[in-house]
């Protein structure tokens, strides 16, 4: 089972995504993940990547693309896999079709006052990562971090004003690649207002 799941900062993809993988036995590949980790193996392409984003300039497309073909050839994904950003563009949904054949794209819908609401709610301790909501994941004691006693801060990108920069950047970018998918009959669009175990039931219904 090949999947992409496609949705906005905040749509919970990543939660969605760690939960799918257990239950359908396939890798969960992130492209930040994956650039993360060849920068710290410093792999041939981790030491490229390193080096672009130190200078300020956006991963392109090409290197993005051998990373995720370098993935594929991982024995993990003989049996499928769950993409979460990438594609971001049509041109890489064209370079992955020639890869791969991609069973469902999974669009996790979430209006911009969710998206807001959930964003700006989080909260980070900044030493060891830990990671609260306010409202749907909130410490023991309001403001700081269970483990440390340390106080949580808010990233500046979960701000509102970043969040919804973030939002119009990712509709710019992806509105194509939901219509490219749609154009394709792929694309499956779930309400991800719900609880990550209702989002997950819906997800497995429309990949049955």
Avoid: W
């Amino acid at each position: 089972m090949n999947l992409v799941f496609l949705g906005p900062p905040g749509a919970g993809k990543g939660t969605i995504a760690a939960k799918a993988k257990d239950v359908l036995n396939i890798p969960h590949i992130s492209t930040g993940d994956l650039f993360r980790a060849a920068i710290k193996n410093e792999t041939e392409l981790g030491k490229k990547v390193k080096a672009i984003m130190a200078s300020g300039e956006l991963v392109p497309d090409s290197v993005t693309i051998d990373m995720v073909r370098e993935r594929f050839m991982e024995k993990d994904t003989e049996l499928g896999f769950i993409l979460d950003g990438f594609p971001r563009t049509i041109f890489q949904a064209d370079e992955l079709s020639l890869m791969k054949t991609i069973d469902h794209v999974i669009n996790f819908a979430l209006d911009t006052s969710s998206v807001v609401k959930r964003l700006s709610g989080r909260r980070v301790c900044k030493s060891n990562g830990n990671t609260y909501h306010i409202i749907y994941n909130p410490p023991k004691v309001e403001g700081v971090d269970d483990e440390t006693g340390e106080p949580l801060i808010q990233r500046d990108d979960d701000k509102e004003e970043a969040i919804l920069n973030r939002l119009s950047v990712y509709e710019k970018q992806t509105q194509p690649l939901i219509a490219y998918y749609e154009s394709l009959g792929l694309l499956r669009t779930i309400d991800s207002s719900h609880a990550p175990e209702h989002v997950l039931k819906e997800l497995l219904s429309v990949i049955k």
